[in-house]
């Protein structure tokens, strides 16, 4: 049995259930209908809903249901026991579709087995009575009532796409991939869903990673300081401006960050926008990334910049290079061990001031040391803002 799709609404005397029968004939005389206290159970082969509401329900005549052609569904009136009563959490499927006595949350852990378990002949009787047994009494604890799970809707797999910040843009990127597509590494952006992007990026990076090339790095670090890589070498030494203003300052309170004149007209300079961010962690993940981007190039370059900066922040960063929102770090590394040109992922990122300084949760901050570092962020984002202009100025010139 398939379970359909549902909408409920109410009011202070009725509860209005609509029940979406998609690609089915229908028949009145199918349809079966029971309003049993709390329960309420509609099935329209082969569709079979039933619905546990928090409160009880009652059949009567003013009960009414009604097939709607056009958006294929059945609009249900059913009456509450009790008029003026409020039924919480009808927005919540996994409790309304529960069975008696189940769970809403993973309360239990599931028991892992043997992939492969050798058992005696002896034995195969028990096993298989105990198999029913256990059946059996999950069914007389959910008062045999059925599991109900909702389909998933299936995706147009050419429909358009959103992606960039806060998921406002789509249909972009068709240009750039008819001219080779420099700006990311995709191979169909604007129809790639996210979780095809997730598995075209781990393909990409578990190509590119080079096993011998991380180790010679690691070898380096560890045990050749003085007859290594001293490119390698001198980058780990370096100390950020920023960094060294941290710790030449006694206090943290003390440190005040001024913007010159370029830094003040260039915050003149940016839009002026709000947005309705449903969920903010992504964003915060992904200025994570382009300010450890960012201090990647400074430490690999001994603060300076050079003109492929820009490429090897959009490298770094999922955002960029494969349209993706950030959920976490773990990317971010598996990023740079894959394509950064110095893969000592550990040491580099210990002593960057973006992860030691400026981004730190799990201690306590004043108001105004939150503020400095909220400004050494902004910083780093204003020269990589400014990096990005001048790249596609370039770039413009040049085509």
């Given at each position: 049995m398939l379970t359909p799709r549902f909408e409920l609404k109410q009011d202070d005397e009725f509860v209005y259930i609509t029940v979406f029968i998609s690609n089915v004939r229908f028949s009145a005389a199918a349809i079966e209908m029971v309003v049993n206290d709390e329960v309420f159970v509609f099935s329209l082969p082969p569709y079979y809903l039933r619905l546990r509401f928090p409160k009880p329900l009652v059949e009567?005549?003013?009960?009414?249901?009604q097939f709607v052609p056009k958006e294929e569904c059945i609009k249900i009136r059913i009456p509450k026991l009790n008029k003026g009563e409020f039924f919480p959490?009808?927005?919540?499927?996994?409790?309304?579709?529960?069975?008696?006595?189940?769970?809403?949350?993973?309360s239990k852990q599931t028991k892992q087995m043997p992939l492969i378990?050798?058992?005696?002949?002896?034995?195969?009787?028990?096993?298989?009575?105990?198999?029913?047994s256990?059946?059996?009494?999950?069914?007389?604890q959910y008062d045999w009532e059925i599991p109900q799970?909702?389909?998933t809707p299936l995706t147009d797999l050419k429909q358009s796409v959103s992606y960039g910040f806060n998921n406002q843009y789509s249909d972009y990127l068709t240009v750039?991939?008819?001219n080779g597509n420099d700006l990311n590494e995709l191979s169909d952006p604007d129809h790639l869903q996210p979780d095809d992007r997730i598995m075209e990026r781990l393909i990409r990076e578990n190509i590119k990673f080079d096993m011998e090339y991380y180790a010679n790095d690691y070898i380096n670090v560890k045990y050749l300081q003085e007859e290594g890589d001293q490119g390698l070498i001198s980058a780990l030494k370096f100390v950020s401006p920023f960094n060294k203003l941290f710790n030449d300052s006694s206090s943290k309170n003390d440190i005040v960050i001024e913007f010159n004149k370029?830094?003040?007209d260039q915050m003149i300079g940016l839009p002026k926008k709000s947005y309705l961010v449903d969920d903010s962690r992504p964003l915060y993940y992904t200025i994570l990334c382009v300010l450890y981007a960012y201090s990647y190039e400074l430490r690999s370059f001994a603060g300076e910049t050079t003109i492929e900066s820009?490429?090897?922040?959009?490298l770094l960063d999922d955002l960029c290079a494969w349209i993706l929102r950030d959920d976490g770090c773990n990317d971010l590394v598996l990023r740079n061990l894959a394509h950064a040109l110095r893969k000592e992922v550990e040491n580099l990122s210990k002593k960057d001031i973006v992860f030691e300084k400026i981004i730190q949760d799990d201690e306590p901050h004043t108001e105004d040391g939150d503020e400095e570092k909220d400004s050494f962020s902004f910083l780093n984002l204003l020269d990589v803002e400014e990096l990005a202009d001048e790249a596609y100025i370039s770039n413009t010139s040049h085509n």
């Open positions: 009567t005549e003013d009960a009414t249901s959490d009808l927005d919540i499927g996994a409790k309304l579709l529960a069975r008696l006595n189940e769970p809403t949350t993973d378990e050798e058992v005696d002949s002896s034995s195969s009787d028990r096993i298989t009575a105990q198999h029913y256990s059946m059996e009494q999950e069914a007389m799970t909702l389909q750039s991939l008819a370029d830094e003040n820009v490429w090897t922040i959009v």
